[in-house]
């Protein structure tokens, strides 16, 4: 059985920090592209970063750029996002997501954390 469980979520003070973990289990964990969306309240779906399968490659939203780094530890089938500089703007949902290279559908989806960013 898939999952994908995150992480790390909270309530933090505008320009603080927090990292997000989402553990994979079910597949073959190197195999898959792995990113973060945040769904915010009356807000689209938003796709925050993406991460190759071994780590090389990241892609980065431009409202985040700078700011949030992604990584990944394939042994631990783990993925992270370290948030700096927070906003209230980033608050949101936060989910991982895991994707095979070549295909358009995205088939696993955690449930999310929650990022809430006030003073």
């Known amino acids: 059985q898939v999952q994908l469980v995150e992480s790390g979520g909270g309530l933090v003070q505008p320009g603080g920090s927090l990292t997000l973990s989402c553990a994979a289990s079910g597949f073959t964990f190197s195999n898959y592209l792995m990113s973060w969306y945040r769904r915010a309240s009356g807000v689209e779906r938003e796709l925050v970063a993406t991460i190759g399968r071994f780590g090389i490659n990241t892609n980065y939203a431009d409202s985040v750029k700078g700011r949030f780094t992604v990584s990944r530890d394939n042994a631990k089938n783990t993925v992270y996002l370290q948030m700096n500089s927070l906003k209230p703007e980033d608050t949101a949902v936060y989910l991982c997501?895991?994707?095979?290279?070549?295909?358009?559908?995205?088939?696993?989806w955690g449930q999310g954390t929650q990022v809430t960013v006030a003073s």
């Open positions: 997501a895991a994707k095979p290279p070549l295909s358009r559908v995205v088939p696993y």
